[in-house]
C-alpha cells in the first residue's frame, strides 16, 4: 500500500498580530515565508512543514506524549488582517491511485470556500453518458 504525499502553500496574506501568528504557525508544523508589499506591509504565505506535506491535522504534544488535532482554516482565519483572504493549495497523489487537488479560501471571519479536482467529474457528465473516474 502508497503513501499519500502533498505539497501545499498558500498565497501571501496580511495577518494582525505577527508575533501571535508566527507562535501559532510554528506550534502547527507550518513553514512560513514573508515578504514586504509596498501596499499592504508584511505578508505571509504558510506551507506544511510535516513530512508527508499535507496540512496538519494532528501535531504532536510532547508535553503529553500524544498527538493533538489541528485544524488549520479556522484557526487561521483568527489571524488574518481585515479583508484579507488566505488561499490553501493542496495538490497530491497516492502513487497513481489516485491524484488529489483542492484549495479553500477563508477570511478573518471564519468565512470559507471550497473546490476540488473531483469536481470535473459533475461538468464532465454533461458532456456524455460514459465518465469512468482517474483512479483505481
Given at each position: 500500500?502508497?503513501?499519500?504525499?502533498?505539497?501545499?502553500?498558500?498565497?501571501?496574506?496580511?495577518?494582525?498580530?505577527?508575533?501571535?501568528?508566527?507562535?501559532?504557525?510554528?506550534?502547527?508544523?507550518?513553514?512560513?515565508?514573508?515578504?514586504?508589499?509596498?501596499?499592504?506591509?508584511?505578508l505571509f504565505m504558510i506551507y506544511s512543514d510535516q513530512e508527508k506535506g499535507a496540512w496538519p491535522n494532528y501535531v504532536y504534544n510532547e508535553e503529553k506524549d500524544d498527538f493533538d488535532e489541528v485544524e488549520v482554516i479556522p484557526e487561521l482565519a483568527k489571524h488574518l488582517k481585515d479583508g484579507h483572504v488566505a488561499i490553501l493549495l493542496e495538490i497530491g497523489s497516492e502513487k497513481l491511485r489516485y491524484l488529489v487537488g483542492v484549495a479553500s479560501a477563508v477570511n478573518c471571519r471564519g468565512e470559507q470556500v471550497y473546490v476540488d479536482l473531483d469536481a470535473i467529474y459533475k461538468k464532465a457528465g454533461k458532456l456524455g453518458d460514459v465518465v469512468t473516474r482517474a483512479e483505481y
Open positions: 500500500m502508497a503513501d499519500y504525499y502533498a505539497t501545499t502553500r498558500s498565497n501571501y496574506f496580511g495577518v494582525k498580530d505577527e508575533k501571535a501568528f508566527l507562535a501559532w504557525a510554528e506550534s502547527t508544523e507550518l513553514g512560513v515565508q514573508r515578504r514586504e508589499d509596498p501596499d499592504h506591509g508584511n
